[in-house]
């Protein structure tokens, strides 16, 4: 009997040379598994499928994890503003990982001898499939045969061809890679240190219908979007689908991400991400509302570790879930309503309502008045406050005479 092997599957060049490299050359029963995390139609899901049964394999599946990558993962990085160097909502990363161990998971559940995916020995894919397959199938056998032959994209094509397979794979210029919390965009431009996209590279382009502004509301409870503007939603993931199909058409979200490849080496990508921008935005400011100044430090340290760890691989390190229980445990509350014009190419922030606004006028106003301390009291406290200062400076002043002398 053939040994059994799931195959992670997009339906691209790269997965469709694998599925017939791993199932005429190495004589396996090629499962192919494509995970749906909010990137794929129904009729793209549709042409994916007819394409893996010509080209050969066993049987092919579509899970669609969208709700599961949300709520493992997507709804952390909200609750922690999570943002890499400060530009990029992890669109690529994230995705990749929850579609790595859905894979893990559906070779187990079917009993495979061999998984595979089709990553490149030059990126960071290959180290966020192999590690989540290592730790949650550690018997099962990874094979990469792109990575392993070091095959051109020509090479693939020609290997296709000489098995009857005359499928059109153009050369795109530009990568584009697109899920739930955002689409990626390589290209030329992303290969140098200067240079911006161009419009054309970017999926969704500005309409003219978006020549005006628009105001929405953002509505959260206890952290999570639940409704925009007077629409109601029976579960975050479809306000984000629906935000994304409000913000898209003003080109929002957009920028090109400068980070370190997980393989050490410098890198850009270009991205659009409307939805995840302008909730990670609208939630940023709500929180700066309604949660305390430490609460505030401590989530910024923790979402930079966050940020990193999932970049890099590193999603089932039991420190991610407890970094996760104190994101959640911040988000009691933050409720509230986000006020957000939208305008070609970017967007504002007008502010928010809240009844765990702690902005309160009955406590004072900035730079106003107050209503809870006296001059006396403030007087006081700057004198206890600065006391060890004071001490330092002195004594360290006194050391400096003596040293002069």
């Known amino acids: 009997m053939k040994k059994k092997l799931v195959l992670a599957y997009s339906g691209g060049l790269d997965t469709s040379f694998c599925a ?39 049987s092919y599946t579509c899970i669609d994890a969208t709700e599961a990558y949300y709520t493992s993962c ?6 922690g503003n999570v943002l890499k160097n400060n530009t990029y909502p992890l669109s690529v990363s994230a995705e990749r990982t929850i579609q790595a161990k859905s894979i893990a998971e559906y070779a187990i559940e079917v009993n495979a001898d061999a998984v595979a995916h089709g990553s490149t020995g030059a990126g960071n894919d290959q180290v966020r499939f192999d590690v989540i397959f290592n730790i949650l199938c550690p018997k099962v056998e990874i094979i990469t045969p792109i ?13 296709l061809a000489e098995n009857g397979f005359e499928i059109n794979f153009e050369k795109a210029q530009y990568s584009i890679n697109k899920g739930l919390w955002g689409t990626s965009v390589g290209g030329k431009e992303t290969l140098t240190s200067h240079g911006y996209l161009p419009e054309s590279a970017f999926p969704s382009q500005l309409e003219n219908t978006a020549a005006t502004s628009t105001e929405l509301t953002l ?9 925009i503007n007077n629409k109601t939603f029976s579960n975050p993931v479809k306000a984000i689908q629906y935000l994304e199909s409000i913000a898209t058409p003003y080109a929002i979200g957009r920028d090109i991400h400068v980070g370190d490849t997980i393989v050490g080496i410098k890198g850009r990508v270009g991205f659009e991400a409307a939805a995840a921008i ?26 930079d ?29 933050v409720n509230g309503k986000v006020f957000i014009t939208l305008l070609p190419y970017r967007f504002i922030l007008n502010g928010i309502e809240s009844d765990n606004d ?48």
């Open 278 to 303: 302008l909730i990670l935005k609208a939630h940023h400011l709500l929180e700066k509302h309604t949660l305390s100044k430490f609460q505030l430090n401590l989530k910024s340290q923790l979402a």
């Open 74 to 79: 997507v709804k952390y990085l909200i609750y």
């Open 358 to 405: 702690l902005m309160n006028a009955k406590f004072g106003s900035y730079g106003e008045m107050n209503l809870g301390w006296s001059g006396e009291d403030v007087k006081g406290y700057s004198k206890i406050i600065s006391n060890s200062l004071s001490i330092y400076h002195k004594v360290n002043a006194n050391q400096t005479e003596v040293d002069a002398n």
């Open 147 to 159: 990575r392993d032959l070091k095959l051109s994209r020509e090479a693939e094509i020609q290997f």
């Open 20 to 58: 017939v490299y791993l199932s005429k050359k190495l004589d396996y029963e090629v499962h192919a598994v494509t995970i749906n995390t909010g990137g794929f139609s129904e009729e793209e899901i549709t042409a994916i499928e007819k394409r893996a049964y010509e080209l050969g394999v066993y």
């Open 219 to 227: 509505h959260f409870k206890k952290g999570e979007i639940q409704g």
């Open 305 to 333: 570790w966050y940020g990193s760890w999932l970049h890099e691989g590193l999603f089932l390190d039991p420190a991610m879930r407890d970094i996760e229980v104190f994101f959640e445990n911040t988000q009691d509350k």
